[in-house]
C-alpha cells in the first residue's frame, strides 16, 4: 500500500571544492606539478609568475549586473548546473596519489634502445647447430622463462602446449633433452631450470673442478633440504666432513645467482627518484622546517581575464552572447581563484601538520637515533593541530621529509606505545630497534630463540611476550633462529 508521508534529515555533504582540496593534500611533490600542469592548461584563466594580478574581485563588485556575492544576475533558464560545476569534476584517474611520477627533467634511457632477456636468449640459438624440430622447442622454452629466469611449468604441460599451441607433437623425453642440451647452455648461466635447487648445480657445474666445488654439487643434489634449513650437524654426519670443508662447500654455493634472469642488463629497472615534500635541517641546534618549493608555485589570475571582463562591464547594451561569454569567463575566473586559495590552504595544512609532527618527534630528528621516537599515532596529531584524522592521513600516508638522517616517509615516524617495566609508554618502534640490534650482537653459531629474546628484553626493562618478539622479528624481516645459524 502506497504511503505518502514527511521525514526530516540532517546530512553533512563534502562540496566539490571541498574534495578537491582533499586530492591536492594528498598529493605529493611529483604528482602535484603533474596536477598543476593539467589545471594551467585546462584553464586560461590561470597564469604563472610573479605578476601582482588586479582582484578580479574588485571588477565584480562594481558591476550592478552582480550580486553581493560575485555571481551574475542572470535568469536560472540560462544557467546550466551542470557545466558551471564541471570545472570541479575531474576524474578520479587524474588526481590518483603516485610518489614515482615521472620528471620532466630526468634524463632515461629508453626500453626499446637495448635488446630484451628473451630475445637476447632467443638470439643466442643461432650458434647451436638443431634442426627445426628442436629450434621450435627450444624457442617455446625460451618464451616460458620468467623474469627471474626460471620455467615454473611440469615438462607434461609443455609438451601438450607445444602439441596445442605451435602444433609441434613430441614427448617428454625430447623436451628434456632439448631443456638440459640447449636452453640451459644458454647466459646468463643457470636460466632455464625449473626450479633453484637445478638453477644452483647448473651454474656449479659451469665452475672449474675443484674439492670444493663437488662436495657443494653433493650437498645439493643428496642433501638439499639440510642445507635449506641448516642442519649443519646432519650434513657433517652425512659426508663425514669436517666443518671447515662445509664452511668452503657453503660459501662457493653463497656466490651463486638464485635468479640469474635479474642479473641480465636489460631486465634493470630505472631507479626513480623520490621527490622529498618536505626538509628538515639542525641550525645552532634548533630544528628548521622548510616546505619544497616545488610545492609552492607561483600563481595569480589572468590580467587579459579580467580586462575581459571589464570590457562587458563597460558595454551599455548587453546581448545575450555577450552574457554567454561573460559566464563562461567568470567560471573560469571563479575556478582559477578557489584553485589558488586550495594550494595556499594545501600549503598550510601541510605545514602544520608536519611542524606537529616535527616538534613531537623533536629527539629523533636532533639524534637520529630511532629509540627517540615516542609512540603518536595520527589521532595525537589531528587532535592537536585541530583538524581530522584523514587529513593527517592523507599528508603522512604520501608525503616524504628529508632529514639529516635520510629521506623518511613520514608514516614511519607513527607507531602504537607499550609500557615499560617503570610503566612509563615506549614506542614499538623503539622495541623493534632494540630487538634489532640484539640479534645483529647474537652469536651466529648459537642463535637466540624468540623464547631467550623475551626474556633478554624482559632484562632490559621491555616486558614483551615470546608471541610479540615473533612478530616483531617478521616485520623486520628477520628469520628463526634457525635458519640464522651459521658455522
Same mark, same amino acid.
Given at each position: ?27 605529493? &611533490? ?32 562594481? %558591476?550592478?549586473?552582480?550580486? %553581493? ?6 535568469? $536560472?533558464?540560462? *544557467? ?8 570541479? @569534476? ?22 626499446? $634502445? ?44 609443455? #609438451? ?9 607433437? /613430441? ?48 650437498? =645439493? ?8 634449513? !641448516? ?21 662457493? +654455493? ?14 634493470? !629497472?630505472?631507479?626513480?627518484? +623520490? #621527490?622529498? %615534500?618536505?626538509?628538515?635541517?639542525? +641550525? ?33 547594451? !548587453? /546581448? ?8 563562461? *569567463?567568470?567560471?573560469? =575566473? ?22 606537529? *609532527? ?8 636532533? &639524534? ?38 635520510? /629521506?623518511?616517509?613520514? !608514516? ?12 612509563? %609508554? ?10 634489532? &640490534? ?12 624468540? @623464547? ?27 628469520? #628463526? ?7
Amino acid at each position: 500500500m502506497l504511503k505518502q508521508s514527511l521525514h526530516q534529515k540532517l546530512l553533512q555533504k563534502l562540496s566539490p571544492q571541498q574534495i578537491q582540496l582533499m586530492k591536492l593534500i594528498q598529493l605529493p &611533490t611529483q604528482a602535484f606539478e603533474e596536477r598543476l600542469k593539467q589545471e594551467i592548461e585546462e584553464n586560461p584563466a590561470l597564469d604563472t609568475g610573479k605578476e601582482e594580478p588586479e582582484n578580479f574581485e574588485d571588477t565584480l563588485a562594481n %558591476d550592478t549586473d552582480y550580486d %553581493d556575492s560575485g555571481n551574475e544576475k542572470i535568469e $536560472a533558464e540560462d *544557467i546550466n548546473i551542470d557545466e558551471y560545476l564541471s570545472d570541479d @569534476e575531474y576524474p578520479s584517474y587524474k588526481t590518483q596519489t603516485n610518489n614515482y611520477s615521472s620528471d620532466d627533467e630526468d634524463k632515461q634511457i629508453p626500453y626499446a $634502445a637495448g635488446t630484451s632477456f628473451h630475445q637476447s636468449l632467443k638470439n643466442q640459438l643461432n650458434t647451436f647447430r638443431i634442426n627445426e624440430e628442436e629450434r621450435a622447442i627450444a624457442e617455446f622454452l625460451v618464451g616460458s622463462i620468467d623474469d627471474s629466469g626460471y620455467i615454473r611449468r611440469d615438462i607434461i604441460d609443455l #609438451v601438450d602446449d607445444l602439441a596445442f599451441t605451435q602444433n609441434v607433437f /613430441t614427448t617428454e623425453e625430447k623436451v628434456q633433452d632439448v631443456l638440459v642440451n640447449v636452453v640451459q647452455k644458454l647466459d646468463p648461466t643457470g636460466v632455464g631450470a625449473l626450479n633453484l635447487k637445478e638453477c644452483l648445480i647448473i651454474q656449479l657445474k659451469a665452475k672449474s673442478e675443484n674439492e670444493t666445488r663437488a662436495l657443494a654439487i653433493k650437498i =645439493l643434489e643428496d642433501a638439499f633440504d639440510h642445507f635449506v634449513k !641448516k642442519h649443519y650437524k646432519k650434513l657433517l654426519e652425512k659426508f663425514n666432513i669436517s666443518e671447515e670443508q662445509l664452511k668452503n662447500a657453503i660459501a662457493e +654455493i653463497s656466490k651463486l645467482n638464485p635468479k640469474p634472469g635479474s642479473s641480465y642488463a636489460g631486465n634493470n !629497472k630505472i631507479a626513480e627518484q +623520490i #621527490v622529498p %615534500d618536505f626538509s628538515i635541517r639542525i +641550525i645552532d641546534g634548533n630544528l628548521d622546517l622548510t616546505l619544497n618549493s616545488r610545492n609552492a608555485p607561483e600563481l595569480h589570475v589572468s590580467r587579459e581575464y579580467n580586462n575581459m571582463l571589464k570590457g562587458y562591464q563597460n558595454s551599455k547594451e !548587453k /546581448t545575450k552572447s555577450q552574457k554567454d561569454a561573460v559566464l563562461f *569567463i567568470k567560471q573560469k =575566473l571563479d575556478a582559477a581563484k578557489w584553485f589558488i586559495d586550495a594550494i595556499k590552504q594545501r600549503q598550510q595544512t601541510l605545514l602544520v601538520t608536519m611542524n606537529a *609532527i616535527m616538534h613531537r618527534q623533536e629527539e629523533y630528528f636532533l &639524534t637520529g637515533d630511532e629509540r627517540k621516537l615516542k609512540p603518536m599515532i595520527l589521532k595525537d596529531i589531528a587532535d592537536e593541530i585541530n583538524m581530522d584524522v584523514s587529513t593527517v592521513s592523507r599528508v603522512a600516508s604520501s608525503k616524504y621529509v628529508s632529514t639529516p638522517y635520510g /629521506t623518511k616517509l613520514i !608514516k614511519e615516524f607513527f607507531s602504537e606505545s607499550m609500557k615499560n617495566d617503570q610503566g612509563e %609508554d615506549v614506542s614499538t618502534k623503539e622495541i623493534k630497534k632494540i630487538l634489532e &640490534t640484539v640479534i645483529l650482537e647474537e652469536n651466529k653459531q648459537k642463535p637466540l630463540t624468540d @623464547e631467550k629474546l623475551s626474556k633478554i628484553l624482559k632484562e632490559k626493562g621491555y616486558p614483551i611476550a615470546r608471541r610479540t618478539v615473533a612478530k616483531y622479528r617478521e616485520q623486520l624481516d628477520i628469520p #628463526v633462529a634457525r635458519l640464522r645459524k651459521e658455522i
